[in-house]
């Protein structure tokens, strides 16, 4: 198996009215579901934008400089993210897809060119 991100960047979709926004997370949590039915999914969030950011950090002169909020200034931010141990590409593109589906929006997939390392229960 392999691990996959598939992601979106909080940019790409549109403004949405509350009611919108419950629908989408709705159509998302059955695909989620279809996931976790599947064995698949590793772990995935959708509540991040640049409201989230905590900070930055970055070693400068052999010392930590925490800079708060972005450090980049950036018209992309991640918005929500999965993380899926499937087969191969076309797997983790069936998932994307399916997501995309629900969300009305983009997905982005990339493979993980090995194992991570996670606390697994």
């Known amino acids: 198996m392999t691990e996959y991100l598939i ?25 989620v579901g279809e996931m976790l ?4 999914l590793i772990f995935t969030n959708g509540g991040l934008d640049r409201s989230t950011a905590v900070c930055s950090v970055e070693p400068v002169d052999g ?10 200034e950036s018209k992309e931010h991640l918005g929500g ?14 998932w994307a897809g399916r997501l ?9 997939v990339h493979r993980f060119r090995g194992p991570g390392r996670a606390r697994r229960k």
């Open 7 to 31: 992601t979106f960047n909080d940019e790409w979709v549109p403004a949405h009215t509350a009611e919108e926004v419950r629908e989408k997370s709705a159509a998302a949590r059955v695909v």
């Open 63 to 72: 010392e930590l400089l925490f800079t708060d909020g972005p450090y980049v």
């Open 81 to 94: 993210f999965a993380v899926v141990d499937v087969a191969d590409d076309e797997a983790a593109r069936y």
């Open 100 to 108: 995309a589906t629900a969300l009305d929006w983009p997905q982005e």
């Open 37 to 40: 039915a599947a064995e698949v």
